[in-house]
């Protein structure tokens, strides 16, 4: 599925979308260049989850993951100073990926064996400075009518 962003409220915006038919257990992986929206995403991704205006979201590039109270626990992860798995796995991944929580990976290229086998990738690049192209793939095993519900908001989007 692809969608045009032409202005960082309508990344976030389709973000917010996205978090709000999220659940449980779910893993977002963001893919995408310097600058190319990630922690943009990720804030309407935890609007959507219902995570107060009061809690900022930003990149968590000192503290790796930021933890966000939402309707479920928010786990935001950014990757990039990382060297790669084995530092990830160290530091403790696999508790991150909380089954009662929603897990939200910047860089997670990086990280791409640690993957759980369902999740939904999110690919940014950049076209202008205010237009981003924007891929997003349901990758495994998710419920038909989850798939319909995402593909209507996307195409939503797209009108
Ligand atoms: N359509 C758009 N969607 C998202 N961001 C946009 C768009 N147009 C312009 N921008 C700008 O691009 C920048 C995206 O920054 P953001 O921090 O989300 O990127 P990032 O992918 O998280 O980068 P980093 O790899 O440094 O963490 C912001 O300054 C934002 O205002
Ligand atoms: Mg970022």
Redesign the pocket.
């Known amino acids: 599925m692809l969608v045009i962003s032409r202005s960082p409220e309508q990344t976030r915006d389709l973000g917010e979308r996205l978090g709000r038919v999220l659940g449980k257990g779910s893993v977002v992986a963001l893919v995408g260049e310097l600058g190319s929206g ?2 943009v995403l ?1 804030q309407g991704l935890a609007r959507g989850l219902d995570v107060g205006p009061d809690e900022y979201v930003s ?1 968590p590039s000192f503290a790796l993951v930021n933890e966000y109270r939402g309707r479920v626990p928010v786990f935001h992860v ?1 990757t ?1 100073r990382l060297y790669g798995v084995s530092e990830m796995v160290a530091l403790g991944y696999e508790d991150l990926l909380e089954p009662e929580g929603v897990t939200i990976i ?1 860089w997670a290229d990086k990280v791409r064996e640690l993957l759980p086998e369902r999740h939904l990738l999110v690919e940014l690049s950049i076209v202008d400075s205010k237009t981003r192209r924007i891929t997003i793939s349901l990758v495994g095993p998710w419920e038909t009518e989850l798939r319909a519900r995402i593909g209507e908001l996307v195409n939503q989007e797209t009108a």
């Open positions: 990630k922690t990720a990149s950014d990039y910047e």
